[in-house]
DNA sequence: CATGAATGAGACTTCATTCAT
DNA sequence: CATGAATGAAGTCTCATTCAT
């Protein structure tokens, strides 16, 4: 269903690794959404994870290559959640609003925000712009394999093709990021899912199983 | 129409200025799209407009202030403009498909980008991010004017309120700019057009006038 | 009784003048009171004066040269005042209170934290530190002179020279400007004035006129 | 005999030190009697030590720390030296002229200056000023201590209260100071010295031991 | 393996000064 | 006579990075 079940991150300097060094990253991303990606310097990341900035140093090389691993190791993880969150259903309607769920959720908290910093880093460094390049393919596969299942089935009817079904589901869920990020209160959460399922199920044509 | 009777922006220090500090903005406005927002400083944009540092430093006060107050006027020309469009034309139909024009060309040339940084700068910057609320305001004026006078002439026959409908165009204007920028080349800029358009036909329920 | 009724001070540069600028003088010795001499700036005396800082400039030339001539000015006239003090009084022992009474008053308010400044600038200031010499011997004479006046009419009995009794006096005016200016409270206004009198009136040897 | 057990300076922001640290710290109070407390820069302490200026940085935090610092750290040494002189004799009156050889020596060379800097510093930072009042009460106890000893044994017979007799001397210490400080050629070192001491003696009713 | 000490590069900022009006 | 605009010099400060332990 996927076309890479964990890639190999090409990262620039991977020099040692250790049991706290995934607690770091961890750390590291959190400290990237309160301070933003250009602002987040080694000094915010060591009194955030009590690790020294010079083990920070030893850890990654260089500031660039742990804000890069950080967002990486991040966004991977979320895809991988969406990949298995694909399996949870055998009905492809049931499976397409699991994954909105899901798209919709983004992790535990504020972290839409991580995902506006990574469109942002993205924008400024190419390996990172790469790798979104894969994610975005990965993050795509699941919707479009449901709904090809679903029009197979009889379960959609959608107007249009299914690559484009999913190309207008995505963006949406990427556009309704925006509100609520910059705390727009025009549209709360709750009718953001409820805008959402109903534009999709109007989209898909979704019939009774 | 328009609800924006031309804002006046409270700048913390706007200190003084003459001919030249609108010119500088506009070069500071392009160097922000080309270095990003955090990375651009104030020797950038000298060396960019000509215009010596300490210049731009009696001109803005600060470096925070001149890319605040730079983002801050591109964006509200950008709407002013967008404002403008709304006028052009007396069909409804021919009028969102003015707007949708002007809304994914953004500016003369890579100014998505402009739109990145600016959701970049105002996730960490309060003052923008109230006037991103009030840009989204006037952003969303005409495009909802416009769909009520079509549903009120019959011209469209949304299935949700007008509302949800120019939400719904909205999100997927934001959403399309991401892979713009990223440069995922699954989409390219035609197809971006087509699909919104045909999709935005569906979503209102366009007849022939 | 002095030997310089008027000095004319030799300043470096002394370009234009009019109304306006004795009183810039009195707003720049305010400001080096209040801020201290170092850190006085051309735009504070702007600011305190409503004068433009490119006028300051205009009429003392530079930076340096506009606090050296308030703390000049200042002091001279300060010097003046006293010599004129002087002949209030025929009896010496009155004459020499009212020195004494205009020592420690030293101008209207917050005027002794000019003579600190005046120190400091003189320390670091060949132009300023001759001036001092000459403010010091103009200030020593009115003591000198009605000491030994008192001392030929029998007024005063002292145990040394008129000199050293002069060199005492004014060296505990000195000395007590410190705990005034840093605000050390062990002593305060009125224990200083009755300390110093008693003082002198026994270094003297006053006997009944 | 001593009122102070040793004072923990509340110093601002601390941030690290080592053993040079000490060593600059004395190397900047130089670089302050040289060049003046305002007019010293961080790029002076650097030359003058050999150490670069962002280590100074790094061990002061800020430039105002490390002057204070500088200051606080001498003045607090200078007093702490007396306080130990006022042990090395039984006698009161030759303690008292101890005493007196100290506070008109004042440290290795042209360290008077050293005082008046103080004094500037004082006038504007109030943490120093704090200081200043401590420092006082410090300097002046063992000049107190020794004249009420030498009251109660019957060597002095001063007319006035010892605390009187106190004030008097040191703000004759310190007026003192001026003229020196400002070259003023009128009184030379060795005059200095007789004078004070033949002052003292006067003031304090010395009798034979 | 992890860290503190030390430092250089490069940013922002202040401020006196020059110049045209 | 007085001023605003513009700028260069020089300072402070931040921060990633190197090195010895």
Known sequence: MTDSPSPTPPFRTRRSGGARRAAVLEVAAQVIVERGYERTRFSDVSQASGVAVSTLQFYFGSRDDMLI???????????????????DSEDPWRRILELLDHGLATLPVGAWRM???????????EELRQHSVTLQRRYRAPFLETIKEGVGS???TPKGEPEDCTTVILSMLDGLLVPRVLEHTYINEDEVKRLIKSQVS????????
Do not use: I, K, M, P
Not at 115 to 125: G, N, P, Q, T, V
């Open 69 to 87: 691993e950080a967002l990486y190791t991040t966004t991977d993880n979320e895809v991988r959640a969406l990949e298995q969150a694909a399996f």
């Open 202 to 209: 109007d989209l898909l044509g979704v019939r009774e199983s």
């Open 154 to 156: 009889g379960r959609f």
């Open 115 to 125: 995902l506006l910093e990574f469109w942002y880093a993205c924008a400024h460094d």
